[in-house]
């Protein structure tokens, strides 16, 4: 019998330990029920069961143990893995291509309520490109931009173009290795084709092509979407907003937007403006609309309009469960099938929206950008009208500030100011042992560990140790709900170098990046720390690591394959999806041994899977350390650090009145 976990070994949040102990009290199960009841197939898991022709599934499950076709255990596996990262690759880059016809149809005149916020930024990306700005006005810069992104999609020679963005090093060691992406729609067909019956068998080989659909995620499709996010919606800057799901409101219709694409939930937040939107929310009863977000959607609308996050991944449910929401409105990516069955013991909607996505009792209302915000008020007057059904409501206290919007010019602009913008003082501040190195600690939730212990958990040691951590997806959430993005709340509780630097800067020690998608701009900000020179000359030189702590998703090893690629250690928790069994079947760790010292040795970046969370801090740390030496920066050394600044002026005002004249003046009180 499978063993069912007590509630408070699901999540570390008392948001969702008094859901699920609600759900538990009504007969409900969610995901992590689900998880109990459901162990995982060892075999699977471990990546060793084949499944890609009528011939199988072939489980090799034995030493020696080779598919009906003669596959080994290592070509199943590297298959597997390439088509999850091809699959990853292609969530990732059909948004970016999206967007992309988003940007085309607002350049000319197509769409309703989009409008080019961020002109500047549509500047800079168009001068990576050589895109003629002078004299020409935004729209036709627009035009030209969207036709250069549209086309890398299907491009088939030559080079997608946003990778000349990545430091030169590392385009000439890709050129060398033959992974640079020629068009992303390209090196996912070929993905699907190599891995099929017959085809690529050698997993070196198979391995190498999923370096190349990554590169096509990271350095292109991700990238793409990140860039027109920005251009349309503005780039993030620090904003005030709120986290966890005591954001719902009891007094108000609440709509929760779940999902990935900003398309939808920026105009589902314009049209909650509106003043015939508010006016029918009254006449219903209610004080307005409540806006939320689940997932990479939440963190959109949160880092641009200060909306607020209602949680991460494993929160869609217990959103839910609060029996207060009107309408779930879903796009695309992380929307969990369970959610219309959940619905239906409350009075929520779930409302369907992509051409791409339509769940069996769901309702659908299709969105497209032509008749945007007309859509979006039908979706806010469906659930303004449901309001009146609402039973019982449950909605937990639990909410925490954040400062989110860190975007990769933001972080570049409140290093120096517009006086001079730059990322000299992070590279100083790293050279001199102030900041150990640099975390980006991402990725998803996963209902087989508990809910963002281990997020927090890295986050935290890391913080004490002096390393910056920056954050996106689920993962940024799970340290907004624990408090751990406002400044002044999360200092107390960081290294003493690293300390100083966010006093001196004026930031939180952890910085909220965005998305998913939007893990692209953290290659923007290794590349840019390479550029400003004293930390090597390639992003692998610098003392950073990447972590997924409660990966569960394709785009994961998407995003990881592509760090990897990019020169970073990447260190994912839980169970690796290729780990074989080492010790009971031959050969079953050889894949798992390449992804880390294989394709260390050609991008001076790895993957590893650690499950341990003080494992997996030590070895961030050892890495770090390594990177430092390497460099020849001096040993990190906590004790040299935390009695400037700020700190000294501390110590004065705790002192009696006419001791701190003393201190201060050199005379006593008169
Ligand atoms: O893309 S972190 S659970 S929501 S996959 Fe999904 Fe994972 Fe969350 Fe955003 Ni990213």
């Not at 250069?148 to 050129?175: H, N, S, T």
């Not at 309009?305 to 959103?319: K, R, V």
């Not at 517009?418 to 050279?431: E, G, K, Q, T, V």
């Amino acid at each position: 019998m499978p063993k069912k976990r007590e509630v408070s070994e699901y999540s570390i949040d008392p948001a969702a330990q008094e859901m699920l102990n609600r759900a538990d009290k009504m007969g409900i199960g969610t995901a992590f029920t689900r998880a109990d009841a459901m162990p995982p197939c060892n075999i699977g898991g471990a990546g060793m069961c084949c499944k890609q022709c009528g011939m199988g599934p072939c489980r090799l499950a034995k030493s020696g143990d080779v598919g009906v076709c003669g596959a080994t255990i290592e070509t199943v596996q590297a298959r597997n893995l390439t088509r999850a990262i091809a699959a990853g690759s292609a969530a990732h880059s059909d948004h970016g291509r999206d967007m992309a016809f988003v940007l085309k149809a607002v350049a000319n005149g197509e769409t309703e309520g989009y409008e080019i916020k961020d002109v500047a930024k549509l500047h800079m990306v168009a001068s990576y490109y050589d895109i003629k700005l002078e004299g020409r006005t935004p729209k036709e810069i627009a035009n030209e931009l969207a036709d250069l992104y549209i086309a890398q999609f299907g491009q088939q020679r030559g080079e997608a173009v946003p990778v000349r963005r990545a430091p030169k090093k590392r385009q000439e060691l890709w050129r060398k290795l033959g992974v640079v992406p020629r068009g992303v729609d390209r090196e996912i067909v070929e993905a699907l084709h190599r891995t099929h019956i017959g085809d690529d068998q050698d997993y070196e080989h198979i391995l190498n092509h999923a370096i190349r659909t990554s590169m096509a995620d990271g350095w292109a499709g991700s990238m793409i979407a990140t860039d027109i996010s920005d251009i349309l919606f503005g780039s993030p800057a620090p904003l005030l907003g709120q986290a966890n799901l005591g954001v719902l409101k009891s007094d108000m219709v609440n709509v929760v937007v779940h999902g990935h694409e900003p398309t939808l939930s920026e105009m589902i937040v314009a049209a909650t403006q509106d003043p015939e939107i508010i006016a029918y929310a009254k006449a219903a009863g209610a004080k307005g609309v409540q806006l939320s977000g689940i997932c990479c959607t939440a963190n959109e609308t949160l880092m641009r309009q200060g909306i607020p996050a209602a949680g991460n991944f494993l929160h869609q449910e217990l959103a839910i469960l609060t029996g207060s929401v009107e309408a779930m409105v879903v796009d695309v990516q992380c929307i969990m099938q369970a959610l219309v069955e959940l619905a239906s013991h409350f009075h929520t909607k779930i409302i369907t929206t992509s051409s791409k996505v339509k769940i069996t009792g769901a309702t659908h209302i299709e969105f497209d950008e032509q008749h945007a915000l007309t859509t979006a008020k039908d979706i806010l007057k469906l659930a303004i009208d449901n309001y009146k059904n609402r039973g019982e409501v449950q909605i937990p206290n639990e909410v925490s500030d954040l400062i989110p919007g860190f975007s990769h010019e933001y972080i570049n602009y409140m290093l120096g100011g517009s006086y001079r913008a730059s990322f000299r003082p992070l590279n100083d501040a790293i050279m001199s042992g102030r900041i150990r190195g640099v975390a980006a600690i991402v990725g998803c939730n996963n209902p087989r560990s508990k809910q963002d212990f281990m997020h927090v958990k890295v986050v935290r040691e890391l913080l004490k140790q002096d390393v910056l951590v920056v954050q996106t997806g689920c993962g940024a959430i799970a340290s907004a709900k624990l408090g751990l993005m406002l400044g002044e709340a999360g200092l107390d509780q960081v290294g003493p170098g690293l300390r100083e630097i966010c006093e001196t800067i004026g930031i939180p020690p952890v910085l909220h990046m965005g998305s998913c998608v939007d893990n692209t701009r953290i290659l923007t900000v290794l590349t840019q720390m390479v550029e400003e020179g004293g930390l090597g000359d390639d992003i692998d030189q610098i003392p950073a690591v990447a972590l997924a702590p409660e990966w569960m998703s394709e785009k994961a090893l998407a995003i990881a394959t592509y760090c990897v690629a990019s020169g970073a250690y990447v260190i994912f928790g839980g169970a690796s999806p290729v780990g074989g069994m080492p010790g009971r079947v031959e050969n079953s760790d050889k894949v798992l041994n390449y992804l880390s010292e294989g394709w260390e040795k050609l991008y001076g970046g790895k993957l590893e899977f650690i499950a341990d969370p003080d494992e997996m801090i030590r070895k961030a740390l050892e890495h770090v350390d390594k990177k430092r030496a390497a460099l020849g920066l001096p040993e990190y050394n906590a004790a040299r650090w935390g009695k400037s600044g700020d700190t000294k002026m501390l110590e004065l005002e705790a002192l009696p009145l006419a001791e701190r004249r003393k201190a201060l003046y050199g005379v006593a009180a008169d």
